[in-house]
């Protein structure tokens, strides 16, 4: 029970602190305060390859946002010890399919920034954490729709005991 309640914890910080990012980069926009990572230079500089990054990068914010979102509600029902429920089994599938387009996204910055690199004549090899990051990420929501998949398999197992004389 106590894992179940640090998982919630966990989680909904996750969430919350996700939530306050990303609208504090819609009201720092305005100001001028925001920088790319890759590119330490006012908003009003950017090139089109800077707002590509920052528009995939939002992008996979927004659906790592709805990934925690149905983990959210996942934790919710395990705290409550419903574990085979459609909502769980749904939440997973979703959780998972967020995860993985989070991935991708991640993984075009990535590509994008790689380019913009090349063309700027600037290509370093360096060790960069990035790219593990969006497969670590893609991987995680891999395991959840996996996991969904098994937990229906369960569900069914669990359904068919219970009409069992």
């Known amino acids: 029970m106590k894992t179940n309640k640090f998982f919630k914890i966990l989680i909904d910080g996750l969430f919350v602190s996700q939530l306050i990012f990303i609208l504090g980069i ?3 926009i305005p100001n001028g305060v925001l920088k790319i990572n890759m590119h330490n230079s006012p908003v ?3 090139e089109l390859i800077y707002w590509l990054i920052f528009f995939f990068s939002i992008i996979s914010y927004i659906f790592f946002i709805i990934a925690l979102f149905q983990l959210r509600k996942i934790a919710k029902h ?5 574990y085979f429920t459609a909502l769980i089994i749904n939440s997973l599938k979703k959780s998972g399919k967020a995860f ?16 913009r690199r090349l063309i700027d004549k600037t290509f370093q090899l360096t060790f960069d954490s990035d790219l593990i990051i969006c497969l670590f990420i893609t991987t995680i929501g891999l395991f959840l ?3 969904s998949k098994a937990m229906l398999s ?5 359904q068919e005991n219970d ?3």
């Open 44 to 46: 009003e500089a950017w």
């Open 154 to 158: 369960a569900k069914e197992l669990k």
């Open 145 to 147: 729709i996996i996991q």
């Open 100 to 115: 993985v387009y989070s991935g991708i996204f991640s993984f075009s910055v990535v590509v994008v920034s790689f380019f």
């Open 163 to 165: 009409l069992t004389i």
């Open 78 to 82: 395990l705290l409550k010890k419903n």
């Open 26 to 28: 819609f009201f720092n």
